[in-house]
């Protein structure tokens, strides 16, 4: 990938900057409330931590109406962060903030990357960091920690490992940890954590790939990258950087949408690399850098009421849908759940006595959960649309939410993680039925992909 594939603009200014040794992007949406403190803790960790190499920020930006761009270029300037850090560095830290152009018409996280990518290859980065814009508790060691296995441990992506509230990062703790750690065989707790470090190496492989979707272009990015870099054969590891302070979001009334980009996207990039799991059998670990780090999170709150009536309306919308996916006996299962959520939510008020018992033991069973969604898996595997198969696991989604909520309301954050784990153990006693359904009904279909 080189410099003609940036608009003019952008072009120019890479020319500008010359090359670099280490960048750090930020892509952004109405980011200006937090943004600065992004920049200021990027550029100081740049500064402090390797001063003897050439360095970029960069800012990627939807372009709304908003302060986002000029808070960047108002942080306080590189000479300033020398001083604070007493350090000297070898070379001038520079800083970009622009409004990237869109990907077929489509704007997003993803397309915001890809901007950056493009930036970086251009430049000859040998490391890019890329954090989120809306962090409040990233510290300057951050970008160490994500650049630091890159520059000094051979690796080539570096994935988050973070203290969260135990109801922050629903979507992770559900399907895209337990999902990818079975189907791929490597324990990667944050796929889509938001955060990474990778290699030039590593940016050029996104960028030579050719199924760049629009989901992809979205909040299908942090999957993609996960997924195209194991397929790939790259190292990965993870970086312990403790406690993620952000915005959170309420799984049942934010995170339609973007389950559908991310999900949608697992799906299809996990159906065209069946070939890298099939024969996947158990679990390891991925080594991890950085000393163990402590915090209490800010809390995180989840109307599980709202998650029990949204599954139960979406549950009679996809139904019909569903007896073409699954089994008849855990349609009929769900069915079941659906109607307890009914009548758990059909009180006068949420404050009613009986409504708050039920809803305390609503239990929507880990086995069930696993084979659901190996069912949409199939489902895409056999040529089924990726946007629509997954949108009617929403639904389900909602309802699983709902059940780690209830059955962790009590728990500390250990105990906690021990149900999120529980699912992997589900995920991985029910892949032999995946794998032998994937054989006879995906596999055997005339050219089929063997996704190698």
Same mark, same amino acid.
């Given at each position: ?245 952000? *915005? %959170? ?5 934010? @995170?339609? &949408?973007?389950?559908?980009?991310? +999900?949608?996207? =697992?799906?299809?990039? !996990? ?113 089924? *649309? %990726? ?5 009617? @696991?929403? &639904?389900?989604?909602?309802?699983? +939410?709902?059940? =780690?909520?209830?059955? !962790? ?44």
């Amino acid at each position: 990938m080189s410099q003609h594939t940036l608009p003019p603009s952008l072009r120019k200014a890479a020319r500008a900057l010359g090359y670099a040794d280490i960048m750090v992007g930020i892509p952004s949406y109405r980011s200006e409330a937090t943004i600065g403190h992004v920049a200021r803790a990027a550029q100081a960790g740049l500064v402090q931590y390797f001063p003897d190499l050439r360095p970029v920020l960069v800012n990627a930006d939807a372009g709304a109406p908003d302060r986002t761009q000029a808070v960047v270029a108002t942080t306080e300037p590189p000479d300033y962060i020398e001083r604070v850090m007493l350090v000297r560095p070898t070379n001038r830290l520079e800083r970009l903030s622009l409004t990237y152009p869109e990907v077929d018409g489509v704007a997003g996280k993803g397309a915001a990357l890809r901007t950056i990518f493009q930036l970086a290859d251009t430049l000859g980065i040998k490391a890019l960091v890329v954090v989120d814009a809306d962090l409040r508790s990233i510290m300057p060691e951050w970008i160490e920690l994500l650049a630091g296995p890159i520059l000094k441990g051979g690796f080539d992506f570096v994935t988050p490992l973070y203290e969260r509230h135990k109801w922050d990062g629903t979507i992770t703790n559900t399907i895209t940890y337990p999902l990818t750690s079975v189907l791929y065989g490597l324990r990667i707790r944050q796929p889509i954590g938001g955060d990474f470090g990778m290699s030039g190496d590593l940016v050029r492989h996104f960028l030579a790939q050719d199924d760049w979707t629009t989901d992809v272009s979205r909040y299908g990015i942090d999957i993609w990258m996960t997924l195209t870099t194991i397929a790939g054969g790259f190292a990965v590891c993870q970086a312990r950087l403790g406690t993620k302070v952000h *915005d %959170p979001k309420d799984p049942g009334s934010d @995170l339609g &949408p973007m389950f559908g980009q991310v +999900v949608g996207t =697992l799906m299809r990039v !996990s159906a065209k690399q069946a070939g890298r799991w099939l024969e996947v059998r158990g679990v390891h670990d991925v080594p991890a850098y950085g000393f163990e780090r402590f915090g209490i999170p800010p809390a995180v709150t989840v109307n599980v009421r709202q998650l029990l009536v949204q599954f139960a309306g979406g549950w009679r919308a996809s139904r019909p849908a569903w007896q073409d996916i699954a089994d008849g006996q855990d349609v009929a299962a769900v069915h079941r759940l659906a109607g307890t959520a009914e009548r758990a939510v059909e009180a006068p008020t949420a404050n009613d006595s009986r409504a708050r018992r039920s809803i305390a033991r609503f239990r929507f069973p880990d086995a069930l959960w696993a084979r659901l969604v190996y069912d949409v898996l199939l489902a895409v595997g056999r040529g089924g *649309d %990726p946007a629509t198969t997954v949108e009617v @696991l929403v &639904p389900i989604y909602f309802a699983r +939410v709902a059940s =780690l909520v209830v059955e !962790s309301r009590r728990l500390g954050p250990d105990q906690t993680e021990a149900l999120v784990d529980r699912q992997v153990r589900a995920f991985m006693a029910a892949k032999p039925r995946l794998v032998a359904r994937w054989k006879t009904e995906v596999a055997s279909r005339p050219g089929a992909d063997d996704g190698r």
